[in-house]
Structures are given as C-alpha cells and as structure tokens.
C-alpha cells in the first residue's frame, strides 16, 4: 500500500519539552512537506524539502527544524520554543499530485 | 504573494442537490490547482488534480474547471449525497510539480438526508 504513514496521531507536549513527529512515505518521491493547521485556517507551510539532505523554510518555520537523511523519512520537530504548538500537523509529498498523511494532533498540557 | 479564497466558508443542502464551491486565486501564474476533501480529525484525500494548460477534469459526480487568466476554479457535485459531507479544500501549486501548495480555508458542507 504507498502513501504517506503519519505518527503518532495523537502527541501531548509538556512545557518546555521538545516532540517529533513522524513522517514516512513509500511513493519514491523526492518532495515531502509539513504543514500545520488551525480550526478556521487554510493549511500553512512550516517546512519543505525537495531532495535528500536539504530543506527550506515555510510560511511560519519559527519554532520549528526538521531534518532529511532519508528520502522515505522528513521528521519535524516542534520544539520548546514554538510557544503555541496546539494543532493538526500534516505531512505530504507532492509529485504533481499531492499524497497526504492522516495527520498528528499536537497538544500542549 | 499567492492567496486563495474559497466561498462560501459553509454550505448546507438536501440529499440530490447539485452544488457549486468556488475558489479563486490572486496570481495567475500556476502549475496546477488541485481539490481536497477533509473528513474531521483526517488528513487530505486529492479529488482531482487540473494542470495549468487544462480547463476541467472530471471523476464520477465531481467535475472541476479552471479559468487561469480569471484566477478561477470551481468544483461541481452532481446529485449530492449525505457521504459528501466534509470539509473541500483548493490549493494551487506554483511553477513545477515540486513546489508548494498555496491553500484556501476550506468550504465546510453538510448535506442532510
């Protein structure tokens, strides 16, 4: 089955602590992108990257890093400095068409 | 910079009605536009996918078009049923099958039995 696997679906963050989360695709593509969504927003970009080993920054990459050793792996981690990391985190990879994940809900406790 | 709008932001209808969600986009200058629907708490499922150099593109009761040089697409649902009901999301991509999708915020619709 290719696609996008996205984990885990549910992450709670404690103050001051740093997450990653999980993104791996088995389509072969080269690009994988997160995105971060909010209720009443459209999606915005937080990171892309289009080959293995580089990365560029999003719409709203402040608190944020990733890293891209893999070309099936582009993990993102939310750090302690993202002061309002509630949301829906969503990971894709566009060849054209665009193939998404099911997402993460991030929570803040 | 891209911006995309969708109108409405909500539609509610009877089960068999046919329905228009509208989108529009700022620049022109585009590689494609592509449909999502969003169940709650799931992630995007692609619809349907027009390159720049098509008009509309059509999957069972779904037909879109794009009017590039008006900065316009809309997706059309023939006969809707209460299983449409979800959240639709444009987004447009911007000078090759590699870049980044610009989105709108989505049209939430209800269709009632």
């Known amino acids: 089955d290719g696609g996008i696997t996205q984990s885990p679906k549910y992450l709670f963050r404690k103050e001051g602590q740093n997450v990653t989360l999980s993104c791996e695709q088995n389509?072969?593509?080269?690009?994988m992108y997160w995105y971060r969504q909010d209720p009443g927003q459209g999606l915005r970009l937080i990171y892309y990257s289009q080959i293995v080993n580089d990365f560029q920054k999003g719409d709203i990459a402040e608190g944020y890093s990733v890293s891209r050793e893999k070309k099936e792996s582009f993990p993102l981690t939310v750090t302690s400095a993202q002061k309002n990391p509630t949301a829906f985190y969503l990971c894709?990879?566009?060849?054209?068409?665009?193939?998404f994940g099911q997402g993460t809900r991030l929570t803040v406790v | 910079k891209q911006e995309v709008t969708q109108i409405p932001a909500a539609l509610s209808v009877p089960e068999g009605e046919n329905l228009v969600l509208n989108c529009s986009f700022t620049?022109?200058?585009?590689?494609?536009l592509q449909w999502f629907r969003q169940d709650p708490g799931k992630g995007l499922t692609s619809l349907l996918l027009i390159q720049s150099s098509q008009r509309e593109q059509t999957s069972g009761r779904l037909n879109a078009s794009l009017d590039k040089s008006s900065g316009r697409s809309t997706l059309y649902i023939a006969a809707s049923q209460p299983g449409d009901s979800a959240t639709y999301l444009c987004a447009v991509g911007g000078y090759s099958g590699y870049s980044t999708l610009t989105f709108g915020k989505g049209t939430m619709l209800l269709v009632s039995p």
């Open positions: 894709a990879s566009i060849k054209g068409q665009a193939f």
């Open positions: 620049d022109s200058a585009i590689y494609n």
């Open positions: 389509l072969n593509h080269d690009a």
